[in-house]
């Protein structure tokens, strides 16, 4: 089965067209358009290094971080890969994370 992540990314529109980088690449499960950016997300992906769509994608974030978002969550708590500064985007993409408690106790 192996360790599967989520990822979400959102890229300007003029970016490459990650899901065709691969034809039997099914990669994602969501692909949307907005406002001049594209929204890439991923609910249970292998996200391995020497994939070509994996080491396209992770190229191209970090070479223009100051207009992408790159989010991805793996299964341990602990795994969080955060690249990029387009907070303010128009998907809301982001992660959260909380403490929770049952307040009835």
């Known amino acids: 089965m192996g360790y599967r992540s989520e ?3 959102v890229v ?3 970016a490459p067209r990650f899901e065709k980088l691969d034809e039997d690449a099914d990669c994602f499960d969501s692909i949307r358009d907005a406002d001049g950016y594209r929204l890439y997300v991923a ?14 994608v992770e190229e191209y974030v970090r070479e223009h971080e100051d207009d ?3 989010v991805r969550i793996g299964e341990s708590d602990d795994d969080l890969e955060v ?6 985007n128009p998907f809301n993409l982001g992660y959260v994370r909380e403490l929770r ?3 009835s106790v």
């Open 7 to 9: 990822v979400g990314f």
């Open 12 to 14: 300007p529109e003029n």
């Open 43 to 56: 609910e249970q992906i292998k996200w391995y290094e020497g994939d070509n769509v994996v080491d396209a």
């Open 68 to 70: 992408c978002l790159f």
């Open 83 to 88: 690249i990029g500064h387009l907070w303010e």
């Open 101 to 103: 408690f049952d307040e």
